[in-house]
């Protein structure tokens, strides 16, 4: 039987992923985790032995609970998001919910800096969701105003990285 903190990480990478429907049976337990829109998640309770499935249901990034979300920083985004719109800058959003990092690895230089003049489809950041590591492209020519997270932090779909002022 799985322990309650290995169900936790199954719900979070199902979370995180595009799959609809996730089922895992073993020595007569089943655990089964559906996504639906809906509904918010059902707290699964130790039990040594299953007789009937357990459900879960995992909500999608856009309509996961505020206690899902808490651990992400948005502050200090939002408040550069208003200021971004005001000066007209490009905003260089994540893909996916993943944690950010500013470099391929902790003994390079970051990809870019504020000032740091990109090209379209030069590479900014990564963003590592689930041992992918995703490489974010600028999807404008320009010069970076802003870098609007932090490394090793967690981002959410739609969230600003980076602020550009096209050229």
């Known amino acids: 039987m799985l322990k309650v903190q290995e169900?936790?990480?199954?719900?979070?990478?199902?979370?995180?992923?595009s799959i609809d429907e996730f089922l895992y049976e073993h020595e007569g337990s089943k655990i089964q985790m559906k996504r639906n829109?809906?509904?918010?998640?059902?707290?699964v309770q130790p039990v040594t032995k299953v007789a009937a499935p357990?459900?879960?249901?995992?909500?999608?990034?856009?309509?996961?609970?505020?206690?899902?979300?808490?651990?992400v920083i948005q502050e200090p985004a939002s408040v550069a998001t208003n200021d971004a719109e005001a000066a007209n800058?490009?905003?260089?959003?994540?893909?996916m919910?993943?944690?950010?990092?500013?470099?391929?690895?902790?003994?390079?230089?970051a990809y870019?800096?504020?000032?740091?003049?990109?090209?379209?489809?030069?590479?900014?950041?990564?963003?590592?969701?689930?041992?992918?590591?995703n490489e974010i492209e600028s999807e404008v020519n320009g010069e970076i105003v802003e870098i609007l997270?932090?490394?090793?932090?967690?981002?959410?779909?739609?969230?600003?990285l980076f602020l550009v002022k096209s050229e």
């Open 7 to 17: 169900i936790r990480e199954l719900i979070k990478l199902v979370d995180q992923s």
């Open 37 to 43: 829109v809906q509904s918010a998640v059902t707290p």
């Open 112 to 133: 870019v800096k504020a000032g740091s003049k990109v090209s379209k489809d030069s590479i900014v950041c990564i963003v590592e969701a689930m041992k992918l590591f």
């Open 54 to 71: 357990i459900t879960v249901s995992v909500p999608t990034p856009e309509t996961a609970p505020v206690a899902l979300k808490q651990e």
């Open 89 to 95: 800058l490009h905003k260089i959003t994540s893909p």
């Open 97 to 109: 919910v993943g944690t950010f990092y500013s470099a391929p690895s902790p003994d390079v230089d």
């Open 149 to 160: 997270v932090k490394n090793g932090q967690l981002v959410e779909y739609g969230q600003p």
